[in-house]
């Protein structure tokens, strides 16, 4: 079975920092990964995904992800938090050669300081 | 109206009433599904339409009921609920008839409390 953990629930960060959201999937078949973004009151957008080749992934907004599959994780990264980044980050893996289930994690919740 | 819509947006209701959550796509996608967001918990799917047809179920109690009449809409029946139930509702609809690799897009969701 597929799973995938984030670790912290919550992340705060200054503004102009690098941001870091870790995530790591369990999956005895090669994953498709993906990690959106809820901000307040709205439902999730995607931010970006891997599916195959490159495995660095570039998204919106500025953030991107590396697939480390001796790591099994795919964690967000991005060199410079701005305040709208202030939002909810969700990670989630599929399978695979399977229909269209993804399975996500907890989320973590980012806080931007000023 | 543009991507996927939901209403109400806000629901409250007693434990013997029966209402419905509402889902359209603008999307023009052929997969539409329904997920439960709980404080804490991972983002739960309940269910999965490809092409007007159901194929997943996510053992979800019966009181839940989904409906969708074509590949735009989708609605959750909603009867004899618990409090436990109470969460926010996410739609999303997809492209195609639903591979993994393809892009969810959801809606602001539905809070529903149950007292």
């Known amino acids: 079975a597929q799973s995938v953990t984030q670790l912290g629930s919550h992340v705060s960060v200054s503004e102009g920092a690098l941001v870091l959201l870790r995530c790591n999937y369990s999956?005895?078949?090669?994953?498709?990964l993906f990690w959106y973004v809820q901000y307040p009151n709205q439902g999730l957008q995607l931010l970006l995904k891997?599916?195959?080749?490159?495995?660095l992934v570039k998204g919106i907004n500025g953030f991107e992800a590396e697939f480390k599959k001796s790591e099994t994780s795919f964690h967000l990264t991005k060199p410079s938090a701005h305040m709208s980044d202030a939002a909810e980050y969700f990670c989630a893996v599929s399978r695979t050669g399977a229909t269209n289930k993804l399975i996500f994690g907890t989320g973590t919740l980012l806080a931007v300081q000023p | 109206e543009t991507g996927v819509t939901q209403t109400p947006r806000h629901l409250v209701m007693g434990m013997t009433n029966k209402k419905s959550l509402k889902c359209e796509q603008h999307l023009g996608h052929n997969a539409m599904y329904w997920y439960k967001q709980s404080a804490k918990k991972p983002l739960e799917l309940m269910f999965v339409y490809n092409f007007k047809e159901q194929t997943e179920n996510n053992s979800v109690p019966s009181r839940f009921s989904p409906e969708c009449p074509n590949s735009s809409h989708l609605f959750l029946h909603l009867h004899t609920l618990q409090p436990e139930d109470s969460a926010l509702y996410l739609c999303a609809s997809s492209q195609g008839g639903g591979t993994s690799t393809d892009t969810q897009y959801f809606g602001p969701g539905t809070r529903l409390t149950v007292l």
């Open positions: 891997y599916t195959t080749g490159a495995t």
């Open positions: 999956s005895s078949v090669p994953p498709y």
